[in-house]
């Protein structure tokens, strides 16, 4: 947690305005259209990272499909995981979250100016509500990050299995998936080093429906799986 600190002191005089701005957008979301909203957040975003010295290193953004009304899937290291995606995203998304992060300072409202959803994995009825939505908003338009791992890899850029059910909504949406490989993204707060840090972002060709309308959920979340880890082995 050294570098949120650092990102803190280095954007010392940017700090209250950007908190008290964030704060205000999120306790009046439906004020702001979602593209003034993400531009916030990239602001925002974009200050911390290079108050933390981290630069996001981005690859494959033609890779985003033309059309609004996808999903990305990608590995999950850590709390930062998402700010690394807004950085290196410049189409706006949404996120669908554990509940245990919910409430996590700055994150909390991070994820209310998204209209990001929380899912309580233990709870069927209250997570079929939410693919339902998510299934609803990406038919209308929107972009949806997904983590199929459903918690964080402990092991750096080691992945763990992913879920065939967080692939539901995008089933039901009929919606591109976008497969997205972080590397190195535990590095920014999940270790005690404040160096210079590069954090890879890979958007890997999209599947389309009709590549993916025959096969299960378990077979679409381990084709997923093996091209996120394809690109890990050869970038990480």
């Given at each position: ?20 701005k ?69 189409r ?14 700055f994150?909390k ?14 709870d069927?009825k ?19 990050l997904?983590?199929a ?56 060709e ?31």
């Amino acid at each position: 947690m050294k570098r949120i600190l650092l990102m803190v002191l280095r954007n010392l005089l940017f700090v209250p305005y950007g908190w008290i701005k964030l704060c205000y957008y999120a306790a009046h979301v439906d004020k702001y259209t979602e593209g003034q909203r993400y531009a916030l957040l990239k602001l925002i975003d974009g200050r911390a990272n290079r108050g933390g010295r981290i630069q996001i290193d981005v690859h494959g953004v033609e890779n985003l499909p033309e059309e609004d009304g996808f999903i990305f899937y990608p590995n999950h290291q850590g709390l930062y995981d998402v700010l690394a995606i807004i950085e290196a995203c410049p189409r706006p998304f949404s996120v669908v979250m554990k509940k245990e992060v919910a409430d996590t300072p700055f994150l909390k409202q991070v994820f209310a100016c998204m209209k990001a959803y929380a899912i309580d994995r233990d709870d069927i009825k209250q997570s079929m509500k939410v693919i339902l939505q998510v299934t609803k908003e990406v038919m209308q338009g929107r972009n949806f990050l997904i983590f199929a791992e459903g918690t964080r890899s402990k092991d750096g850029n080691q992945l763990l299995e992913f879920k065939g059910g967080s692939f539901k909504a995008a089933m039901k949406a009929k919606c591109p998936i976008v497969p997205v490989a972080l590397i190195d993204s535990y590095k920014s707060f999940d270790t005690d080093s404040i160096k210079p840090l590069t954090v890879q972002v890979h958007f890997l060709e999209p599947m389309s429906y009709g590549e993916y309308k025959e096969m299960k959920s378990v077979e679409i979340a381990a084709e997923v799986r093996r091209r996120i880890g394809q690109v890990i082995a050869e970038h990480g």
